[in-house]
């Protein structure tokens, strides 16, 4: 008996064939632009850059967006700048089309240009639907056979010998081991670090690590990669020691990435043992998403594995609580001393306290929140009745001429006494 078959869909086969031949290019995308950035920082914090769109590159650390043709390619014949003309870039200076080594398939789009392409790709595939006859086999993924493994394999050596050529790279250490897997010697990666331990570019920041002009990576400390050595709080602490401590020589902690730690110059001495010492307490209150204590005096001190010891006083450090008798939310306090208020900004010590809610109210207001909060905290270390003079002579700061004396009185009356000698009386309104 004849078996009737169902009619092939040609039109849906034609397009699960170009989506899968879409799917292989997207791979291929994101691993040439993986190689192409793996060369360049962030212009403004030195971190590591991901293609987020064509034309338009994030950095990793402090999220900044930008087009990394114009910010890092030249005019090859005079030296311009570029810049994007709808579908191009073309030369600021001197007109001539630039060709950018960081676009995929050689094309940026603008947002109108965008809108255009995709009313065009719309018409196109419509125009397809009528015109494909083809018979083609069904398929719904790509088919990862030996010419596909061959065609990875090619890009992937190309890409290595294009490191090679240049000279520099930031690979992965994994990276590296495995160009030479493939005979490809590629000298190691450029040092890839940041100064300081705490940070991610999201504000409001902790106080800065410095670190001197010329001073050598191979003079810097990292932390002890071993969970098991120190508490959570020690990476903190050693920030903020280097950040405020006084030394007679540079004392500067760096951080590195797990996937750079191979690397002969990321064979840094570590930092070990933390100890935090204090005085005596003064005050202590619950300002904003954590414990804040003022205390008299505060010493820090970090041991090295080259047998060094780095101490010094400071006006900021973090305290970690023991985990009986507290709370599981609370695990540690925030230590300040009275010279704190002089020398730290206050979003130094909110970064520490917890910093901005995203959920919450704008940046802006929150700051001025948590501002008013420590303010308080630093006017009750003064006197039980400093909050109340400080709030008086904040009212008294708009009264004009100069004054010489206020006096309030019960009844609601306030008498003004100027320098020049006369006297306003200021009496409530009649009810």
Request: a neutral charge; one cysteine or more.
């Amino acid at each position: 008996m004849e078996v009737e078959q169902e009619p092939l869909d040609i039109v849906s086969q034609a397009f699960c064939m170009a989506a899968a031949v879409e799917r292989f290019m997207q791979q291929a995308r994101v691993f040439y632009y993986a190689v192409i950035l793996s060369g360049y920082s962030c212009p403004g914090c030195g971190g590591n850059l991901e293609m987020v769109s064509e034309g338009t590159s994030q950095c990793r650390s402090c999220g900044s967006c930008f087009d990394p043709t114009v910010t890092f390619q030249r005019c090859e014949s005079c030296g311009g700048k570029p810049r994007l003309m709808v579908r191009r870039y073309q030369c600021g200076n001197c007109g001539q089309d630039v060709t950018s080594r960081f676009l995929f398939d050689g094309l940026v789009f603008d947002a109108e240009y965008f809108r255009q392409k995709m009313a065009e790709s719309r018409e196109r595939k419509r125009e397809l639907r009528k015109r494909v006859r083809l018979m083609l086999p069904a398929r719904t993924r790509l088919v990862e056979n030996e010419a596909y493994q061959q065609l990875k394999a090619a890009m992937e050596l190309e890409a290595f010998r294009y490191l090679q050529r240049r000279g520099h790279h930031r690979l992965a250490y994994k990276e590296y081991l495995r160009a030479r897997e493939l005979d490809t010697n590629l000298p190691e990666a450029e040092p890839v670090f940041r100064v300081g331990l705490l940070g991610n570019g999201d504000p409001p920041e902790p106080v800065e690590v410095r670190m001197p002009d010329g001073f050598p990576l191979s003079g810097c400390y990292r932390m002890n990669p071993d969970p098991n050595l120190g508490v959570e709080t020690d990476e903190a602490n050693t920030h903020l020691l280097a950040a405020l401590g006084t030394f007679k020589q540079p004392f500067v902690p760096v951080g590195i990435d797990r996937d750079y730690l191979d690397y002969r110059w990321a064979k840094l001495p570590t930092i070990g043992k933390v100890e935090v010492s204090v005085g005596k307490k003064l005050q202590e209150s619950w300002l904003w998403s954590g414990n804040l204590v003022c205390v008299d005096a505060i010493t820090v001190t970090a041991q090295t594995s080259d047998g060094r010891s780095w101490s010094s006083p400071l006006c900021l450090a973090i305290r970690p609580r023991a985990k009986e008798g507290n709370p599981p939310w609370l695990e540690h306090d925030v230590l300040v001393t009275p010279e704190a208020q002089g020398r730290l900004q206050a979003s130094a010590i909110w970064h520490h306290l917890g910093g901005w809610n995203e959920d919450g109210d704008s940046y802006e207001t929150q700051d001025g929140e948590f501002s008013q909060g420590l303010n308080r905290f630093w006017a009750q270390l003064v006197g039980p009745n400093e909050q109340l003079r400080r709030d008086l002579m904040t009212a008294a700061e708009g009264i004009r001429p100069k004054w010489k004396a206020v006096t309030v009185s019960a009844n609601g009356e306030v008498r003004i006494q100027f320098k020049s000698g006369k006297m306003k009386v200021v009496r409530p309104p009649v009810t």
